[in-house]
């Protein structure tokens, strides 16, 4: 069984910078991509940004562009997200997603608490 295993999160100020990464462990078949959703308090899980696995093409969604970059590490199966300019409203736990196939993901970290105070 795939697992991911986040580190990174914390209590940041607004403006600050935080890394998040994410490290896959059993991986037995090729990756296709990897990605970030964010959870906050009373609201839906929401896409934050992926990286596909060959090619390194990403994704972003619109709050987060400029901001954050998400990169991977081919290697050592991992990949980080770096933001800069956090904002109160990027407060959430952050999850860490890996997909085998383009049109979903199958395996989920257990998630890291990103805190940014105003």
């Known amino acids: 069984q795939v697992q991911l295993d986040e580190s990174g999160g914390g209590l940041v100020q607004a403006g600050g910078s935080l890394t998040l990464s994410c490290a896959a462990s059993r991986v037995t078949s090729n990756i296709y991509k990897m990605g970030w959703f964010r959870q906050a308090p009373g609201k839906e899980r929401e896409f934050v940004a992926s990286?596909?696995?060959?090619?390194?093409?990403?994704y972003y969604t619109e709050s987060v562009k400029g901001r954050f970059t998400i990169s991977r590490d081919n290697a050592r199966s991992t990949v980080d997200l770096q933001m800069n300019s956090l904002k109160p409203e990027d407060t959430a736990v952050y999850y860490c997603?890996?997909?085998?196939?383009?049109?979903?993901?199958?395996?989920w970290g257990q998630g890291t608490q990103v805190t940014v105070s105003s």
């Open positions: 997603a890996l997909g085998m196939t383009f049109n979903a993901y199958h395996y």
């Open positions: 990286i596909i696995w060959r090619g390194g093409n990403t």
